[in-house]
Antibody
Framework: QVHLKESGPGLVKPSETLSLSCTVS????????WTWIRQPAGKGLEWIGR???????NNNPSLMSRVTLSVDTSKNEFSLRLRSVTAADTAIYYC????????????WGQGTTVTVSS | NFLLTQPHSVSESPGKTVTISCTGS????????VQWYQQRPGSAPTAVIV?????PSGVPDRFSASVDRSSNSASLTISGLKTEDEADYYC?????????FGGGTKLTVL
């Protein structure tokens, strides 16, 4: 079955760029949409954006100016870059696959905690 | 902006039935599908209802859901509550191409 795993620094300094990757194993990244969601500690889920395997992108308008999503089909991975981070960007970051048959996230990574602090 | 509002918490006893609401504002909740996700402590969310009222494979039929156009709300109902149902539940829908989550409801089974 398909597994997703997030990777990247767990600590980022304020004003710098948060960079995460999500590696897809057990299946192909092709022909799916992939998404990033984050969750501050003790709070709810926030959708960050989605990218298709062909590079079509939709972002959360509230984050759009700071977010870059990319996909590398040769590595079977997709990535998130969030610029100019502040403490408010401290959260668990999840990557997930969007089902091809109905609009929901059907496979999730375990999540990775990113803390923004100097 | 389309927003989804959920009660902060609900509680019920094992074996009973509980309903969690998700009220839309800034748009019609009936325009797009509503999904429901369960998130147990320390784990990623998993979908328990998709496309308004469909259960993904493996989700027990104790979970059901509906959408009410008149109240612009969706509801998740869990019957025969088990202690394992204790979790946070999130509704999710769409605002144009954007994915929108409700704030989440903490279900306590006591």
């Amino acid at each position: 079955q398909v597994h997703l795993k997030e990777s990247g620094p767990g600590l980022v300094k304020p004003s710098e760029t948060l960079s995460l990757s999500c590696t897809v194993s057990g299946g192909s990244i092709s022909n799916y949409y992939w998404t990033w969601i984050r969750q501050p500690a003790g709070k709810g889920l926030e959708w960050i954006g989605r990218i298709s395997s062909s590079g079509s992108i939709n972002n959360n308008p509230s984050l759009m100016s700071r977010v870059t999503l990319s996909v590398d089909t040769s590595k079977n991975e997709f990535s998130l870059r969030l610029r100019s981070v502040t403490a408010a960007d401290t959260a668990i970051y999840y990557c997930a696959r969007i089902s091809s048959t109905s609009p929901h996230m059907d496979v999730w990574g375990q999540g990775t905690t990113v803390t923004v602090s100097s | 902006n389309f927003l989804l509002t959920q009660p902060h918490s609900v509680s019920e006893s094992p074996g009973k039935t509980v309903t969690i609401s998700c009220t839309g504002s800034g748009g019609s909740i009936a325009t797009n599908f509503v999904q429901w996700y369960q998130q147990r402590p320390g784990s990623a969310p998993t979908a328990v209802i998709v496309e308004d009222d469909q259960r993904p494979s493996g989700v027990p039929d104790r979970f059901s859901a509906s959408v009410d156009r008149s109240s612009n709300s969706a509801s998740l109902t869990i019957s025969g509550l088990k202690t394992e149902d204790e979790a946070d539940y999130y509704c999710q829908s769409f605002d144009s191409s954007n994915w929108v989550f409700g704030g989440g409801t903490k279900l306590t089974v006591l």
